[in-house]
């Protein structure tokens, strides 16, 4: 939260572009009164090579299978995309910004429909993140294997249920440490509360499995190992402990919105990190370069 | 969800008694866009004895506990003590209602003060459930006392963020069991989604510790067992697993707003059930008895 407004833009299912400064939802939305929603965030940028909105179809996916698992009757694809494409029309504010997609059940009360919508909103400075985050670990309280046959944990389901998330950022932040990573209780790195994990190590790039661990597949990840294989450089899952991450040749927190973020300093042990090499992840996957 | 809309209140602080049709909450909300904020909720009586609020000090307390460790301003009890006199006094529904109270913590985009309502609902009948429950244990992944030493993730506060209790009653449904018990990774019984859980066993009551197993502070069980204190019924703390509840003498869930709710099977296991009980521990705490 800045001490001023930025620019904000809101769309509706069905309705296009609305005002947001007007109430959009119930008090009897289970989006509020249960966290019963789906979520998903797409960056968007504004510059000299027009309007774009980053990896729109892959989010777009991951968003109809968060709402598969939560049995949400999901929109149609193609409605979001013209939602999309009505509001990059009217969004005039040059640089980055958050385009995030909100699917809440509807109404606790009574009978309705799902609500779906999107904002736009003025990103945030990330430049002296994208130079360099300090970490530390917060034990999430479950087995890396915990969500192996326990499909109501919603491993992996991005919900708007984010609570703990939210307090994760706060404990960091009340620490003077710029990011939390939740680890296992039997000692692994997960992911960040809004970022999953990329470490460089044995000449690969690895990220943490999702299968078992209720982690969230991650769009930048996926879209930088792609890009890595085509340049021949291999990628894997793994799961590391933080021991392991001290003696690694890189981490990074990874994030749709905000990069790739290079872990300087995980529970005040020095993490390796070379620039260039985070410029060069960065650029794969649409983010700035680092001076 | 019924098929037909309850009757619904709605009061705003700050504002008063407003219309529920009118949309109340910003799209940029906290509440809907992270799950950050915390509720409560009490259960209205409206019949020869006039309107009641049953244990609202005692549930407004636990607000602002929830509140805290959210680290969200609550607003003071005095506003909700005014609130809730404005709203009972244009609750005109006869029987049960539910009064939800929500906080959350404003906007996430621009500055903004905590938003704090109350809905009250038309409650749907219970008195079937307040015969008989049929019950089934699902891991919640994390052990026993996980919580000790990890305030982020937030055990014991009643925040919105319920997408994992929602999807525990959903999957006891899908199952045709009547109510999900959360059981620790280590194997026992900790709550019920949205219920506190009571054993009768050698002469005493027992409800689950809330020190490190993240459970709740039940209103209603804390009443319950300073009732049959006075009646010199011994109560305590205890862990129990599912197979010492089958040998055990009763076992409820119990609700503010539901009531107790005995189980009458765990896991396919028939649970002891004497209907004259559930009647003396239903009116000990204000709800109706069972024929």
Not at 2 to 26: F, H
Not at 101 to 126: C, K, M, N, W
Not at 131 to 148: E, H, I, N, P, Q
Not at 171 to 185: L, Q, T, W
Request: hydrophobic share 45%; glycine share 8%.
């Amino acid at each position: 939260m800045s001490d001023t407004a930025p620019a904000q833009l809101l769309a509706v299912l069905g309705r296009g572009v609305v005002d947001i400064a007007v109430p959009l939802l119930s008090a009897d939305d289970l989006g509020v009164t249960r966290g019963d929603g789906c979520f998903d965030a797409v960056r968007v940028t504004y510059d000299a090579r027009g309007k774009r909105a980053h990896y729109l179809e892959e989010h777009l996916a991951r968003l109809a299978r968060s709402a598969a698992a939560l049995q949400i009757e999901a929109p149609a694809t193609a409605s979001w995309h013209e939602l999309v494409t009505t509001s990059l029309a009217a969004w005039n504010t040059p640089g980055e910004a958050i385009l995030k997609f909100v699917l809440t059940r509807g109404l606790e009360s009574a009978p309705s429909a799902p609500v779906g919508y999107l904002t736009i909103t003025q990103s945030p400075d990330h430049a002296a993140a994208r130079r360099g985050v300090t970490a530390m670990t917060l034990d999430r309280g479950l087995r890396s294997d915990a969500f192996t046959e326990a499909p109501w944990l919603l491993g992996g389901v991005k919900t708007i249920s984010y609570a703990v998330n939210v307090a994760a950022r706060r404990e960091a932040a009340n620490r003077g440490v710029d990011e939390a990573i939740f680890r296992s209780s039997d000692g692994f790195l997960l992911e960040g509360p809004t970022s999953g994990l990329v470490i460089a190590a044995d000449d690969r790039l690895w990220t943490t499995p999702t299968t078992g661990t209720g982690v969230l597949a991650s769009v930048t990840i996926a879209a930088l190992f792609a890009a890595a294989r085509q340049h021949e450089v291999a990628t894997g899952e793994a799961l590391f402990t933080p021991a392991d991450a001290y003696e690694a040749d890189g981490m990074w927190l990874v994030s749709a919105i905000r990069g790739m973020l290079p872990v300087v300093e995980l529970d005040g042990h020095a993490i390796h990190h070379d620039p260039a090499v985070t410029s060069v992840l960065a650029k794969a996957t649409g983010f700035p370069g680092i001076a």
